[in-house]
């Protein structure tokens, strides 16, 4: 038991040690203004490299996403009519799409989908 604490000590204060140097030793000492550059080629960049991005853009390509998995979902529900009884086949269905439905009127009142402001 005891020989298992030495062990684990000794393992763990000699990664400690690894770590620490090697932190220590990968440091830059410069710092070049040209390297430090978001381009290296030499010229100086027109604009910023950090332009703007449209956060309407973003939620217009979640919503795609989205509805796209939520057609992954439904291509299995035509397969399944076979497997199952019509009744809770439809009933299921039905709910699913009604949920869909409801998520995309949801959106629509929002003005998720509007593409002009």
Not at 47 to 53: M, N
Not at 57 to 64: C, D, G, K, N, S
Not at 93 to 108: N, Y
């Amino acid at each position: 038991m005891f020989m298992t604490f030495i062990l684990i000590t000794l393992s763990l204060l000699l990664s400690t040690i690894i770590m620490s140097l090697a932190s220590l030793l990968s440091k830059k000492s410069t710092n070049d203004r040209e390297k430090s550059s978001p381009f290296e080629c030499g010229f100086d960049f027109k604009s910023s490299a950090r332009t703007p991005f449209s956060v309407r853009f973003f939620l217009i390509a979640v919503i795609f996403l989205i509805f796209d998995v939520e057609i992954a979902l439904l291509l299995p529900i035509l397969p399944s009519f076979y497997l199952s009884a019509i009744s809770s086949w439809f009933l299921i269905s039905l709910l699913f799409i009604i949920i869909l439905l409801i998520g995309l009127i949801h959106e629509w009142n929002q003005g998720a989908l509007n593409w002009a402001y």
